[in-house]
Antibody
Framework: QVQLVESGGGVVQPGKSLRLSCAAS????????MIWVRQPPGKGLEWVAI????????YYADALKGRFTISRDNSKNTLYLQMNSLRGDDTAVYYC????????????????WGQGTLVTVSS | DIQMTQSPSTLSASVGDRVTITCRAS??????LAWYQQKPGKAPKLLIY???SLESGVPSRFSGSGSGTQFTLTISSLQPDDFATYFC?????????FGQGTKLEIK
């Protein structure tokens, strides 16, 4: 069955960097667009970024563009999120999910999610 | 950005009740809408996509309807496992946006 396992979260000081990983199994990873979504404690869901199946296309939430970078290694079945210049309001559970394309420009919905990894930005 | 507004924010209901959650988009999104269920400490789970298509394995008591700017998620007969938070999500255009969530509580 489809499995997505995030890792790399933890406590980090403001201004520092962190890289999250999402290991995929149970499906042909290289055939699917993938996304990151985050959820601050006790709050709603916020989309972060999306990458196409082959890494050639990507989109970001405007507020995060320039600080966050999505990437993937299809040989390792792994999705990444590089987060730089972290701030307190980046504190959240970060989920990766599989994006099923329904429309143009990779647009679609998320049919399988990982369990999430908590990132806490604090001095 | 397309704003998604859910109502109500909290809903108290009893096992066996029929409940409806509404999601309104700030502009037309055709039927490019999904619904998710989330339980505390867990990842969201897909229930409905393209406004009214039931995801495989999801009980048939869940149904979705709507198009344009108004959408509803209906649970025909609440079961104990259904008490959770529900989110809508539009995928008409970037950025993807979610509703703020509706928490379904036991009355």
């Amino acid at each position: 069955q489809v499995q997505l396992v995030e890792s790399g979260g933890g406590v980090v000081q403001p201004g520092k960097s962190l890289r999250l990983s999402c290991a995929a199994s149970g499906f042909t990873f290289s055939n699917y667009a993938m996304i990151w979504v985050r959820q601050p404690p006790g709050k709603g869901l916020e989309w972060v970024a999306i990458m196409s199946y082959d890494g050639s296309d990507k989109y970001y939430a405007d507020a995060l563009k320039g600080r966050f970078t999505i990437s993937r290694d299809n040989s390792k079945n792994t999705l990444y999120l590089q987060m730089n210049s972290l701030r307190g309001d980046d504190t959240a559970v970060y989920y990766c999910a599989r994006n099923l394309i329904q429309y143009k420009s990779l647009l679609g919905y998320f049919d399988n999610w990982g369990q999430g990894t908590l990132v806490t930005v604090s001095s | 950005d397309i704003q998604m507004t859910q109502s109500p924010s909290t809903l108290s209901a009893s096992v066996g009740d029929r409940v409806t959650i509404t999601c309104r988009a700030s502009q037309s999104i055709s039927t490019w809408l999904a619904w998710y269920q989330q339980k505390p400490g867990k990842a969201p789970k897909l229930l409905i996509y393209k406004a009214s298509s039931l995801e495989s394995g999801v009980p048939s008591r869940f149904s979705g309807s709507g198009s344009g700017t108004q959408f509803t998620l209906t649970i025909s007969s609440l079961q104990p496992d259904d008490f959770a938070t529900y989110f809508c999500q539009q995928y008409n255009s970037y950025p993807y946006t979610f509703g703020q969530g509706t928490k379904l509580e036991i009355k």
